[in-house]
């Protein structure tokens, strides 16, 4: 925080400011290296059917064990979009996660993939590739994007979105209600699925109207038929109250947690027995 208050004022030096620009090229370098020697893992998180509770498919979530202890992708996303590794990370996530889903036939997979990378001009063909080069049927996948990219850059977000569309991939608008996004975003993009945000379903446990806002919402969306994910359902009653609300598909830690790759396998082989 230098001040420069004052003409010919000499510059304040601030060791602090120096110090957290350390830290932060000392993680950037840390991040480059965990993606290209796999320190980065995808984990799996099971989306189940609302009216079955079978397992329909599953979320892969971005798991960095560094280190010094795990980093938290809420910490490690917005460093790798700062620094220009976000496109490299993504293409390690889609490619690791297919490899995974590949074992796991009839099951839809979704990955998050950042406004950053959607606004690359040529995010789409690189996915198009990965997917021929892996042998992976595009209708299984489901790209999840926030609001954030259709403010900033709309253009962009929707020829990258049409093209992928065309191929059979299917797109869902993450963290719904808790940005700006609107119900006409859904319509005017073409999303397949809606996802509740996981402060949407946590305000059902305070007594208010949270319900009633969850039913709106779910409403409107039903309306424009887009079906919707509820995420971050820890409790029964919470399940219950989004499933009378008519929300098709469920997650969250009541139903199951994100897991290696290796855990999320043995899960499933449990349940098919
Ligand atoms: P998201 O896509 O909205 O993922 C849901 C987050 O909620 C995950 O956090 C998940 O572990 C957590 N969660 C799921 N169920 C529950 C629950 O019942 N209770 C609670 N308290 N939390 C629950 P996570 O894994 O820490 O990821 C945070 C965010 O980081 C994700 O939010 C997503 O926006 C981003 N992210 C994660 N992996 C990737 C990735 O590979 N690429 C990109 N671009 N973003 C990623
Ligand atoms: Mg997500
Ligand atoms: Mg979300
Ligand atoms: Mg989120």
């Given at each position: 925080?230098?001040?420069?208050?004052?003409?010919?004022?000499?510059?304040?030096?601030?060791?602090?400011?120096?110090?957290?620009?350390?830290?932060?090229?000392?993680?950037?370098?840390?991040?480059?290296s965990?993606?290209?020697?796999?320190?980065?893992?995808?984990?799996?998180?099971?989306?189940?059917?609302?009216?079955?509770?079978?397992?329909?498919?599953?979320?892969?979530l971005?798991?960095?064990?560094?280190?010094?202890?795990?980093?938290?992708?809420?910490?490690?996303?917005p460093?790798?979009?700062?620094?220009?590794?976000?496109?490299?990370?993504?293409?390690?996530?889609?490619?690791?996660?297919?490899?995974h889903?590949?074992n796991?036939?009839?099951?839809?997979l979704?990955v998050?993939?950042?406004?950053?990378?959607?606004?690359?001009?040529?995010?789409?063909?690189?996915?198009?590739?990965?997917?021929?080069?892996?042998?992976?049927?595009?209708?299984?996948?489901?790209?999840?994007?926030t609001?954030?990219?259709?403010?900033?850059?709309?253009?962009q977000?929707?020829?990258?979105?049409?093209?992928?569309?065309?191929?059979?991939?299917?797109?869902?608008?993450?963290?719904?209600?808790?940005?700006?996004?609107?119900?006409?975003?859904?319509?005017?993009?073409?999303?397949?699925?809606?996802?509740?945000?996981?402060?949407?379903?946590?305000?059902?446990?305070?007594?208010?109207?949270?319900?009633?806002?969850?039913?709106?919402?779910?409403?409107?969306?039903?309306?424009?038929?887009?079906?919707?994910?509820?995420?971050?359902?820890?409790?029964?009653?919470?399940?219950?109250?989004?499933?009378?609300?008519?929300?098709?598909?469920?997650?969250?830690?009541?139903?199951?947690?994100?897991?290696?790759?290796?855990?999320?396998?043995?899960?499933?082989?449990?349940?098919?027995?």
């Amino acid at each position: 925080r230098a001040k420069a208050n004052g003409r010919g004022r000499a510059v304040e030096y601030d060791p602090e400011l120096d110090r957290e620009r350390l830290r932060v090229a000392e993680m950037e370098a840390l991040l480059k290296s965990a993606i290209s020697n796999g320190a980065i893992e995808a984990f799996f998180q099971p989306l189940v059917s609302a009216t079955t509770g079978a397992v329909t498919g599953l979320e892969a979530l971005a798991r960095w064990r560094a280190p010094t202890g795990n980093i938290s992708p809420e910490i490690f996303i917005p460093l790798a979009e700062r620094c220009g590794l976000i496109d490299a990370l993504g293409v390690h996530m889609l490619k690791t996660s297919i490899e995974h889903a590949r074992n796991w036939p009839g099951l839809a997979l979704s990955v998050n993939v950042s406004p950053v990378q959607l606004c690359n001009p040529e995010f789409a063909a690189v996915v198009i590739s990965l997917l021929q080069e892996l042998d992976f049927d595009p209708k299984r996948l489901t790209l999840e994007i926030t609001e954030g990219v259709l403010m900033t850059n709309p253009e962009q977000a929707r020829r990258s979105i049409d093209h992928l569309k065309q191929v059979g991939i299917k797109f869902a608008l993450d963290d719904f209600g808790c940005g700006y996004a609107s119900i006409g975003a859904l319509r005017q993009f073409g999303f397949d699925r809606m996802k509740i945000d996981r402060s949407l379903v946590s305000a059902l446990d305070q007594a208010s109207n949270g319900a009633d806002v969850l039913r709106a919402t779910i409403s409107l969306a039903t309306a424009l038929q887009i079906p919707v994910t509820a995420e971050g359902i820890e409790n029964t009653r919470q399940a219950a109250i989004l499933r009378e609300a008519g929300c098709d598909q469920l997650q969250g830690y009541l139903i199951g947690k994100p897991m290696s790759a290796v855990d999320i396998s043995s899960k499933l082989q449990e349940h098919a027995a």
